[in-house]
C-alpha cells in the first residue's frame, strides 16, 4: 500500500473495488490468487478508506487470507510448512521499537500495516501454490499482469507524443537532448525506474520458461511475445540501475550454467546487454547528472541516520520528513531506508529472510527432478538476485510483487522437493514391491 496521496484517478475505483471484492467471495480461492497477481499493475490507483489507502489487490488479498484461513479453521486446508515464518516474523518484531523514537506514529503506523501486508502476500503465496499446475498458473499470471503494464505503458508514449500529456501519471518524466526529447515510460508506476523493477521479474521468469521449461509450443509462443514486449518497455525507461541490474542477470546466467539449453540464445542476449547497459547508463548520467548528485546525498544521509541511531533508528516512514533531509524523499536504497528508519537489527532481519529464502531454493534446486517446477524455482533465484541488486537503487520494500516472488520461490523449492521425495519412494525396493499387484 503506497503512501503518496491518492491518484487523482483513484475514485471511481472505489466502487469497482468493493464490488470486485464481495463478487470474489464466491470465486475458488485459487482464481482470487491469480486475481491478486493481476491487479498488482494498479496498486498505484489506491483509494482513501479512513487512514489507510486500499487497492484492488489489497482487497483481493484479504479474501484471500480469510478463505484460506476458514479453510484452515474447518480442517478443509492446512498450513504448509515453509521456512518464511521464522525470519518474517523476527524482522517484524525487530521493526516495532522503532515506535518508541518516531514523531509521526500515524506515518508510522501506515507503513508499519503496509509491511504487514507485504509479508502476508508472501506466506500467502507459499500455502497456496502447491502442484507445479499452480505454480505454472501463477507464471502466467505475472506475464499477463506484465504485458497489461507493457501495452499501458505504449498506450502512454503514443498518447503524450499525440497529445504531450499523460493520462496515467500526472508527473512526466522528459528526457531531452537538443530537439529531440524522449518520455520515460512510467505506465502505471510513479517512476520510471519502478516500470523496469516491475518487469524484471516477467522478463527473467519467462526467459527460463521459453528457453528450458517443459512447456507446450503454444504456451512457448505466449511466453517470448510477453517477454519481447516487456524488453521493449523495459528498454524505454531508460532506468540505469535495471540496465545494471539486467546485465548482473545476464552475466551469471551465462558464466554459472554453460552446458544450459539454448546458451547461444542466452549468449546473444548478453551481448546486447552489454552494449545497452553502459550506453543508456552513460546517456542518462551525461543528460541528468544532478539526479546522480543528489542520490548520492541521499545515500550519504541514510549512512548518516543509520550511524546515529544504530539501534532503532527514527520511526517507519520518517526518513523523507527529518529536518536534514532536504529534498524530503526517501532513501535510493531499500537496505539504506530499513536501517534509517528501524536501525541495523531490523536491517540485518531484512537480509536473514532473504537469504533464508535463497539458500532454502537452493537446497531444493540441488534434489529438484527436471521439469517445471525445477525450471520456475531456478528462474525464481535468478529474479531474486536481480531484485536484490535493483533494490539496492530504489526503495522498494513495499512493492508487492516482489513479495509474491519470494512467496512463490519458497512455494516453487516446496514443490521441487515434494516430487524429488516422490521420485525417490517409485525408485527405492520398498516403493518398487508396494507399486506391484499383489499375486
Known amino acids: 500500500m503506497p503512501l503518496a496521496e491518492a491518484h487523482p484517478y483513484s475514485q471511481p475505483l472505489l466502487v469497482l473495488a468493493a464490488a470486485g ?3 470474489a467471495i464466491l470465486a475458488p480461492v485459487q482464481w482470487l490468487l491469480w486475481g491478486v497477481i493481476l491487479a498488482l499493475p494498479f496498486d498505484n490507483f489506491a483509494v482513501p478508506v479512513g487512514p ?3 487497492s484492488v489487490s489489497d482487497a483481493l488479498l484479504v479474501v484471500v487470507t480469510l478463505r484460506w484461513l476458514a479453510a484452515v479453521l474447518h480442517r478443509r486446508g492446512r498450513i504448509a510448512r515453509s521456512e518464511l515464518y521464522a525470519p518474517a516474523a523476527l524482522f517484524y518484531v525487530l521493526l516495532l521499537p522503532s515506535f518508541f523514537v518516531t514523531f509521526d506514529l500515524g506515518l508510522s503506523l501506515r507503513q508499519a500495516f503496509s509491511i504487514l501486508m507485504m509479508l502476508l502476500t508472501a506466506v500467502i503465496v507459499a500455502n497456496l501454490l502447491r502442484s507445479e499446475r499452480h505454480l505454472l498458473g501463477a507464471v502466467t499470471a505475472i506475464l499477463v499482469a506484465s504485458v497489461v503494464m507493457s501495452l499501458l505503458a505504449i498506450a502512454q508514449l503514443l498518447i503524450w507524443m499525440r497529445y504531450r500529456v499523460s493520462p496515467l501519471q500526472p508527473i512526466v518524466d522528459v528526457v531531452r537532448m ?9 505506465a502505471t508506476t510513479f517512476d520510471p525506474n519502478y516500470l523496469a523493477l516491475y518487469l524484471v521479474v516477467p522478463i527473467v521468469l519467462g526467459l527460463f520458461v521459453a528457453l528450458e521449461g517443459q512447456v507446450s509450443p503454444r504456451y512457448r509462443t505466449f511466453v517470448w511475445l510477453a517477454v519481447g514486449l516487456d524488453l521493449i518497455v523495459f528498454v524505454l525507461t531508460f532506468s540505469r540501475g535495471g540496465w545494471m541490474t539486467l546485465l548482473a542477470f545476464m552475466t551469471a546466467f551465462v558464466l554459472l550454467r554453460p552446458r544450459a539449453p539454448a546458451r547461444l540464445a542466452w549468449a546473444a542476449m548478453l551481448g ?15 543528460l541528468n547528472p544532478q539526479s546522480v548528485s543528489n542520490r548520492l546525498s541521499l545515500l550519504g544521509l541514510g549512512l548518516e541516520v543509520m550511524a546515529r541511531h544504530p ?34 537489527p531490523a536491517l540485518l532481519a531484512l537480509l536473514s529472510l532473504g537469504t533464508v529464502v535463497v539458500f532454502n531454493a537452493l537446497r531444493a534446486r540441488r534434489v529438484a527432478q527436471p521439469g517445471v517446477a525445477r525450471t520456475i524455482l531456478t528462474g525464481c533465484l535468478y529474479a531474486l538476485g536481480c531484485v536484490a541488486v535493483q533494490s539496492a537503487f530504489l526503495n522498494a ?17 516446496a514443490v521441487a522437493r515434494a516430487e524429488a521425495n516422490a521420485g525417490n519412494a517409485a525408485a527405492s525396493p520398498a516403493g518398487a514391491g508396494a507399486a506391484q499387484p499383489t499375486p
Open 178 to 186: 537538443g530537439d529531440f526529447s524522449f518520455l520515460r515510460l512510467t
Open 311 to 344: 539501534w532503532i533508528g527514527t520511526g517507519l516512514g520518517t526518513f523523507m520528513y527529518l529536518p536534514a533531509n532536504a529534498f524530503e524523499r526517501m532513501v535510493h536504497c531499500t537496505y539504506l531506508q530499513i536501517g534509517a528508519d528501524a536501525g541495523i
Open 21 to 23: 471484492a464481495a463478487a
Open 52 to 54: 489507510l489507502r486500499i
Open 272 to 286: 546486447l546487454v552489454v552494449v545497452m547497459a553502459p550506453l543508456t547508463a552513460a546517456i542518462m548520467v551525461g
Open 397 to 413: 520494500l513495499v512493492l508487492k510483487h516482489l513479495w509474491v516472488l519470494a512467496g512463490l520461490t519458497s512455494a516453487a523449492a
